[in-house]
């Protein structure tokens, strides 16, 4: 069965500094891995997904996450955050015969102070 | 109007109470899903349904129960709630998968359930 696990869960930073949010998985088959934004009050909404080619992929707002097969991880990473960037995120392992169905992980509360 | 609606949005209720909370969705889907979130343990999936007459368990379905009514609509039961249950809950919807390729989920904007 597959797991994910965030490592951090919470990063406080100050504005226009760089962030990475770590994310490690595990499984015995190949995944698809994707990194959701909560806004406060909101529901989940996708950055970006990995699911095969090349190993760096962008998403929205500036985020790109790079996927490293050896060491079952997908760390997410914005080179210089705002203030609105403040939310929680999850990252997110389906197995290829999950049948779509997500594994979440816990959750990494990003706050970004002026 | 929103792709993904849940009702009600917030809901406060009595240990051994019956509650139900609604989804529904305008994206013309067939997949649907149930998950609580909990702080500290992420999203867990309790239902999901790949079209109105599949409906299968997920990691924490003791407790509820769901029904597909239409293609457009997933209901969650508690038919007995009890106090850990209080919790954030989202439906999300998603395509068919095609080849290779994966469809993302569309989440709601959240029902909290509170069971004193």
């Known amino acids: 069965a597959q797991s994910v696990t965030q490592l951090d869960s919470q990063v406080p930073v100050f504005e226009e500094a760089p962030v990475e949010l770590r994310c490690n998985y595990s499984s015995s088959v190949s995944v698809y891995l994707f990194w959701y934004v909560q806004y406060p009050n909101q529901g989940l909404q996708l950055l970006l997904k990995?699911?095969?080619?090349?190993?760096l992929v962008k998403g929205i707002n500036g985020f790109e996450a790079e996927f490293n097969k050896s060491q079952t991880s997908f760390h997410l990473r914005k080179p210089s955050v705002h203030i609105s960037d403040t939310a929680e995120y999850f990252c997110?392992?389906?197995?290829?015969?999950?049948?779509?169905?997500?594994?979440f992980g816990e959750g990494t509360q990003l706050t970004v102070n002026p | 109007d929103a792709d993904v609606t849940q009702t009600p949005r917030n809901r406060i209720t009595k240990t051994g109470k019956r509650i139900m909370l609604e989804c529904s969705q305008t994206?013309?889907?067939?997949?649907m899903y149930w998950y609580r979130q909990d702080p500290g343990l992420g999203l867990r999936l309790i239902y999901y349904s790949f079209d109105v007459k599949d409906i299968n368990k997920g990691e924490i379905s003791d407790g509820y129960s769901v029904s597909r009514q239409a293609q457009a609509k997933f209901s969650l039961s508690l038919e007995s709630a009890i106090p850990n249950q209080t919790a954030l809950y989202f439906c999300?919807?998603?395509?068919?998968?095609?080849?290779?390729?994966?469809?993302?989920?569309?989440f709601g904007p959240g029902t909290r359930l509170t069971v004193l």
């Open positions: 997110a392992a389906r197995e290829e015969t999950s049948g779509s169905r997500l594994t």
């Open positions: 999300a919807t998603s395509d068919q998968d095609w080849g290779d390729s994966y469809n993302e989920q569309f």
């Open positions: 990995y699911l095969s080619g090349s190993t």
């Open positions: 994206k013309g889907h067939d997949r």
